[in-house]
């Protein structure tokens, strides 16, 4: 013969260890409920898809499998449960591997329903079985949604078996669940699934495991979310039963639990059908059956498990909703970095235009040449001029003085610009590598500037060069000294606008710095002052570096764009935490205005008829 659940054999007659939360009550089944229930849970159910936990942060992974669990629950059982009050009470039978869950299940509905046996796992998907008149509710799959119905036997942890047993009592179904601490990821999350969505756990351990961690951890799970549960405390040797079923009564008791019959199954054989003799399960067939009788008994334990897990939504969305803060604030302390390191790229800019660093070395010896060599001022008062410069440069094949200046200034602000580009770059890069959400954004070429961000610098000075000699041509388009000159006097003034824009006093340096073009400097001046007066040629200067400065802001923001560009694709919803709240404060709301806060699982049966200890 074999055995019930491994090859030990059973012996000894049955005992019964039994606790009872008070008698039978007649109650109603119907719960008092409203629409505000429903809609405020599919609020919720709406809030949590919406939340989302892209960035790399030590909350991110649990967020998202508190989330995926949370909205499992919503499917596979608080909605449907809601819509269903008077549908059949669903016992999952959960517990540790090799406890005897599929022979206890086979054995209470009299047929071989669930596959039992020695090797591990053994219930790889999991077995619904109830009386032939409840199949249509379970068939319909409001219930689980998630599982393929089947009425076969299959490994796919996807499926769910259904079976009839006309020996087991209408109102009532078995839910064989895989093992709760199966070595197979798969059955772990399923067994986890199928317990959110049961009306009532049927928890069996075994007399040499009932102290394991694995167990006890999914009891206060069941405890925190208010779940009726039922203890059976399986192949207990005879001479040991009260000592056992005592000691695990102060454990449950310890726990919160003391309000669980516990059932104590002795060893024994199983029969050639694999199932356990009539008389070992017969206490706990006779509990079931008088709550499979009892419509109010029935309904207080849909209550109470119904209410404990509305009630545990609150704490556990409130976890959800810090998780999505911390995945917003995150998002902003990478943004911020990234602004900071460019506002502090265009701050140096800025800093450069005033402070006269862009005049020295190769600009400040442009210009004075520019200015020392008389150019200046034989382009501001005659064509003339034009004919022997290039005539000189043909010679000599040196550019003129006025293009040397030219592509000095762009020279010294494109080496300005790589170099804030560059610095700004490595100190984003730096910021985000410490950071743990960061990191998991980067790239390498991230912590230099873009490839082709010299040829955007080297394009912007030039496009602003343009525009300088627009700003001149069009302040002096009515200056009749300028209209004689032409282009050359554009020119002219345009250069002298730009070394205007590096200089502190918002013209043309003075001091020692140009102390040998000072009295060619003055003059220049003096010039440019009698062509478009004083005022005019500090708006031009202002407007130039306004200019530049807003191209500079449009170049250092493409290259922030880089980091910011993850940031967004990576972003969660910033209020994402305030709807998590706001969803499941209405949903407390709700239950509170349902009347299931009202649930008492003191209608359950006893475990005895005297509700006796034996």
């Known amino acids: 013969m074999t055995t ?9 007659s049955p005992a019964v260890a039994a606790r009872t939360g008070g008698a039978e009550t007649g109650e109603d089944p119907a719960v008092p409920s409203d629409d505000g229930l429903p809609v405020a849970l599919t609020g919720l159910r709406a809030a949590i898809d919406a939340a989302r936990f892209p960035l790399a942060l030590p909350s991110a992974e649990p967020a998202r499998q508190a989330g995926a669990g949370l909205t499992a629950q919503l499917d596979d059982y608080l909605l449907p449960r809601l819509a269903r009050l008077d549908a059949p009470l669903l016992v999952v039978v959960g517990g540790s591997t090799g ?15 669930s596959a039992a046996g020695v090797l591990r796992p053994t219930t790889r998907s999991p077995v619904l079985v109830c009386n032939p008149t409840d199949s249509g509710w379970f068939r ?97 040797p005879a001479e040991a039963t009260d000592e056992v079923a005592a000691h695990l009564a102060e454990m449950l008791a310890a726990r919160g639990l003391g309000a669980a019959p516990l059932f104590a199954l002795p060893e024994t054989w199983v029969d050639g059908q694999g199932l356990l003799p009539d008389k070992i399960t017969a206490p706990l067939s006779a509990w079931f059956g008088r709550l499979a009788a009892d419509a109010g008994a029935r309904a207080a ?62 600009v400040l010896a442009r210009w004075q040449e520019f200015v020392g060599t008389g150019e200046f001022f034989r382009t501001m008062e005659a064509r003339i001029g034009r004919l022997r410069d290039r005539v000189v440069a043909a010679v000599t094949g040196r550019p003129a003085p006025a293009t040397e200046l030219r592509n000095a200034i762009e020279s010294q602000l494109v080496t300005l610009l790589r170099g804030v580009a560059a610095e700004a770059a490595e100190n984003v890069y730096t910021g985000w590598k410490a950071h743990p959400a960061g990191a998991a954004l980067l790239d390498p070429p991230l912590a230099h500037p873009g490839e082709d961000f010299p040829d955007r610098a080297e394009r912007l000075v030039r496009d602003w060069q343009r525009g300088v000699l627009e700003l001149v041509r069009a302040e002096g388009g009515d200056k009749r000294f300028v209209a004689r000159t032409a282009a050359y006097a554009v020119n002219a003034t345009g250069l002298a606008v730009m070394i205007a824009v590096f200089a502190s006093t918002a013209f043309i340096p003075t001091g020692l710095e140009v102390a040998t073009g000072a009295g060619t400097t003055v003059a220049a001046q003096a010039v440019l002052q009698a062509i478009f007066g004083d005022q005019a040629v500090r708006t031009l ?3 130039a570096r306004d200019d530049l400065l807003a191209r500079v802001r449009e170049l250092l923001d493409a290259e922030a764009d880089r980091f910011l560009s993850r940031t967004a694709a990576a972003r969660p919803t910033t209020d994402a935490g305030d709807a998590l709240r706001t969803a499941a404060d209405r949903v407390e709301d709700a239950r509170h205005r349902s009347g299931l806060t009202e649930a008492d699982a003191s209608a359950l049966p006893p475990a005895t008829p005297e509700g006796e200890v034996r």
């Open 99 to 113: 406890a005897g869950k599929s022979t206890l299940v086979n054995s209470l509905v009299q047929a071989r329903v």
């Open 4 to 12: 019930h659940g491994d090859p030990a054999i059973h012996t000894g």
């Open 541 to 543: 200067a202002n407007q």
């Open 301 to 362: 334990v849909v209550r109470q498990t119904l209410d404990g897990a509305l009630a545990a939504l609150h704490s556990s969305v409130e976890g959800l909703a810090d998780a999505a803060d911390e995945q917003a604030a995150a998002a902003n302390a990478l943004d911020e970095r990234v602004q900071a390191a460019y506002r502090g790229a265009e701050r140096t800019v800025e800093q450069g235009l005033k402070d006269g660093r862009l005049l020295r070395g190769e």
């Open 140 to 236: 319909q799959g409001e219930l689980l949604p998630g599982l393929t119905r089947t009425s076969e036997p299959s490994e796919d942890p996807g499926t769910l078996q259904l079976v009839t047993a006309p020996a087991l009592p209408a109102g009532l179904a078995f839910l064989d669940a895989p093992d709760i601490d199966s070595v197979v990821d798969a059955n772990r999350a399923l067994a986890g699934q199928l317990l959110a969505a049961a009306d009532l756990w049927l928890f069996v351990t075994t007399a040499a495991r009932y102290a394991d961690a694995v167990p006890w951890e999914l009891l206060h799970t069941a405890r925190a979310r208010g779940v009726v549960i039922a203890m059976v405390l399986d192949r207990v």
